[in-house]
């Protein structure tokens, strides 16, 4: 089975700070991960992922992720936050097997204070 | 390229009755997955269609059903719907392969009372 861990239900940064959100996973295969971004009442846009190449992926938005094998860890990044930052993140955890579904973590409200 | 739309956006329905909800996917792509988003959760698997066929189902009641159509559009159908049904519909279409990642819609807002 796979589980995703966001720690942290709300973060709040001031304007051109880094941006730093937690994500921790479970998965018994390789896993897929993915980073969402979604704003008030829409649906689910996709920053970044990570399907087992450089563990070092770069996404939209100036954000970036780690994957981190030894850690179970794909924390999101970004040096600088602007106030359009401002939304509902959410890690996800696939992999090539069975149904391929998204497993989603609680998700991380971003706050930016200017 | 278009992207995924969803039908209607906003619904509201009473207590016991059927709701159906549409999806078209994105161009080109062959696989559908619906999700449910209730008020501040991430959003919870419940089933897959590739090619028309059912190809994997998250831990909902058989109420929750679907269809898959040739063009690769979609219904999300809810019978006797209850309050707890209330939430964001999401619909996702793929590739096929995760590596290719989903492209997700704008979903639509079900409230049940």
């Known amino acids: 089975a796979q589980s995703v861990t966001q720690l942290g239900s709300h973060v709040s940064v001031s304007e051109g700070a880094l941006v730093l959100l937690r994500c921790n996973y479970s998965s018994s295969v390789p896993p897929y991960l993915f980073w969402y971004v979604q704003y008030p009442n829409q649906g689910l846009q996709l920053l970044l992922k990570?399907?087992?190449?450089?563990?070092l992926v770069k996404g939209i938005n100036g954000f970036e992720a780690e994957f981190k094998k030894s850690e179970t860890s794909f924390h999101l990044t970004k040096p600088s936050a602007h106030m359009s930052d401002a939304a509902e993140y959410f890690c996800?955890?696939?992999?090539?097997?069975?149904?391929?579904?998204?497993?989603f973590g609680q998700g991380t409200r971003l706050t930016i204070n200017p | 390229e278009t992207g995924v739309t969803q039908s209607p956006t906003h619904l509201i329905k009473t207590r016991g009755q059927q709701v159906t909800l549409r999806c078209s996917s994105q161009s080109g792509h062959n696989t559908v997955s619906w999700y449910q988003q209730a008020l501040g959760q991430g959003p919870q698997f419940i089933f897959q269609?590739?090619?028309?066929?059912?190809?994997g189902r998250g831990n909902f009641p058989p109420r929750f059903s679907g269809l898959q159509f040739p063009n690769y559009s979609s219904e999300l159908n809810v019978n006797a719907l209850e309050l707890d049904d209330s939430a964001l519909y999401l619909c996702?279409?793929?590739?096929?392969?995760?590596?290719?990642?989903?492209?997700f819609g704008s979903g639509t807002r079900l409230t049940v009372v």
């Open positions: 269609y590739y090619r028309e066929e059912e190809n």
């Open positions: 996702a279409s793929s590739l096929g392969l995760p590596v290719e990642g989903y492209t």
């Open positions: 990570y399907t087992s190449a450089a563990t």
């Open positions: 996800a955890v696939s992999s090539f097997q069975g149904a391929q579904k998204l497993v």
